[in-house]
């Protein structure tokens, strides 16, 4: 890794939150963690993040609704998005906006790195 990246993990689940805090801390990322959609914008704003892991489902604002608010402050950042319920519809929304991919959860490590990694590979060609 030429750097650690720099995640924003958004997700109202604290178990979600704390796996994958060790599984991305162990991988060499660095880490922080928004439990609502608005935390996650105030760290956006403050941080400015390599790469988002967002929760589609959440209490209080919709993940769909960081994701606009997120690609508005800079259209560059990379989001993925997670989660348990995904409709087509919404993923297709969510992609639209302009999210990397989507992500089922309950997700596998080894398939969240791979689409990390593909993400971080697309950020530096788009760079």
């Known amino acids: ?3 650690h990246s720099h ?3 958004v997700d109202d689940e604290p178990t ?3 796996l994958m805090n060790v599984f ?3 991988k060499g990322y660095q880490v922080q963690i928004a439990n609502t959609g608005e935390d996650a914008l105030v760290l956006f704003q403050e941080a400015h993040p390599d790469i988002v892991l967002l929760d589609i489902s959440m209490p209080g604002m919709r ?3 960081v994701l606009r608010r997120m690609k508005e402050i ?8 997670l989660s348990a319920y995904g409709d087509d519809e919404t993923i297709q929304e969510a992609m639209d906006v302009g999210a990397f991919c989507y992500i089922q959860k309950p997700m596998e490590l080894t398939e969240l790195n791979a689409r990390m990694q593909e993400l971080r590979q697309a950020m530096q060609e788009n760079a």
């Open 1 to 3: 890794m030429d750097k």
């Open 7 to 9: 995640v924003l993990v």
């Open 16 to 18: 979600i939150c704390s």
């Open 24 to 26: 991305l801390t162990q």
């Open 63 to 65: 993940g769909i609704d």
């Open 74 to 81: 800079n259209a560059a950042s990379g989001v993925i998005m």
